[in-house]
């Protein structure tokens, strides 16, 4: 059991009256440093495991390339010119995509978890991901952007900032709603429900503009609705990686109100905490993050939910000073995983991106679930 601030500051005090080789010395000691040693230990884990997951993401593929050309290559050696290219126009930016959508979904969630007190809560269930959605196709088939051009190459500067743009108002718009009716409903399962029928109600919107679509676009946006690390070029990087660099900073700089938030608004309120502005900081960041990836990635799947449990499990805390590092580098570690098995069939094709999220994802939901006894989930 981790020790109150009371019980740590008592310990401390006789720690320094205590011999440094008895085993109460010991005993105390790691009492009260075993969580935050915990915590560095599984970072680093972390950071190590992603690194190797990068590398394999690099290597394979429906060409497999030695992991010494990966390195070389990554490291400006000389290789082969095909190797070199597929590496760099490819496979390295999928997999930075893939990370940064990762760290944005599992970031999204963990504030959404946190400021809804909800631990079923994320973009999707939440419908933000639904008015993200809505946005970019309001811009798509209603403006000078086109299905195509979301995937292809031919979408210019502009269009990109539009899509993306549109992409966050409409999630912002949509948590802006569903945080509106939080306040009215004490069932935190009742929110989930709106949240949900939310989501619905705008795909179904969604699904009345593409009604007079042309095939071709239409055949897109299915493709889009699957969900790929794949459509984010170079070019497309220089939007999407500072959109969610800047999201994750604001989460960053807003740790110590996040963690009063965690005891309830009424005890962050008497810790001088404003509760409306946070509420709307978190609202900000977590369109930005949401929104973003919804329109270069397509809206994915349970990531949102399961990254920051896996992280509460590993770290044994619900500290958002180490749980929002962890959660960055687990993001990246899932969304990189589920990039590799979509690749596994090789030169057959791809699997479905969001198929494999939600296979990783939701017998993480069943957990939590189970866990619970009375049917009410709080983060």
Not at 4 to 19: D, F, L, N, V
């Amino acid at each position: 059991m981790v020790p109150s601030g009371a019980q740590k500051i008592e310990m401390k005090t006789r720690i320094r009256r205590m011999p440094r080789s008895s085993p109460a010395f010991e005993k105390d000691f790691d009492t009260i440093r075993s969580p935050r040693s915990r915590a560095a230990m599984a970072i680093a884990g972390l950071a190590v495991a992603l690194g190797c997951v990068f590398l394999l993401s690099i290597a394979l593929g429906s060409i497999r390339i030695p992991l010494h050309d990966v390195i070389s290559a990554l490291t400006g050696e000389n290789v082969a010119r095909s190797t070199e290219v597929i590496i760099r126009d490819v496979r390295l930016p999928r997999s930075l995509t893939a990370i940064l959508a990762g760290a944005a979904l599992g970031i999204a969630g963990l504030q959404m978890q946190t400021l809804f007190r909800n631990a079923l809560a994320d973009p999707f269930v939440l419908g933000i991901s639904a008015g993200a959605s809505l946005g970019v196709a309001l811009v798509v088939l209603g403006g000078s952007a086109t299905v195509a051009g979301v995937f292809g190459s031919g979408i210019g500067l502009a269009e990109d900032v539009l899509v993306t743009m549109a992409a966050i108002v409409g999630a912002g718009i949509s948590l802006t709603f569903v945080l509106g009716l939080s306040t009215r409903v004490q069932n935190p399962t009742t929110v989930l429900i709106l949240g949900l029928m939310f989501g619905y109600g705008t795909s179904a919107f969604v699904t009345i503009l593409l009604a007079g679509t042309a095939p071709d676009q239409l055949q897109r946006w299915v493709a889009w609705g699957f969900g790929s690390f794949s459509g984010v070029t170079w070019e497309r990087l220089r939007i999407f990686a500072p959109v969610i660099v800047i999201g994750i900073a604001i989460s960053w700089a807003t740790t110590k109100q996040l963690n009063a938030l965690l005891l309830g608004e009424n005890y962050a309120q008497s810790m001088g905490l404003s509760v409306r502005r946070m509420r709307f900081i978190t609202m900000i960041a977590a369109s930005m993050l949401g929104g973003v990836v919804t329109a270069f990635c397509g809206p994915i799947l349970f990531l949102g939910i399961a990254i920051p449990h896996l992280c509460r499990v590993l770290l044994g805390t619900s500290d958002h000073r180490a749980l929002i590092p962890a959660v960055v580098l687990m993001g990246g570690i899932v969304a990189l995983t589920a990039q590799i098995v979509c690749l596994l069939p090789g030169d057959k094709g791809v699997l479905p991106l969001n198929a494999v999220t939600s296979l990783i994802g939701a017998p993480i939901v069943v957990a939590v679930l189970l866990r619970s006894n009375r049917g009410v989930f709080t983060a």
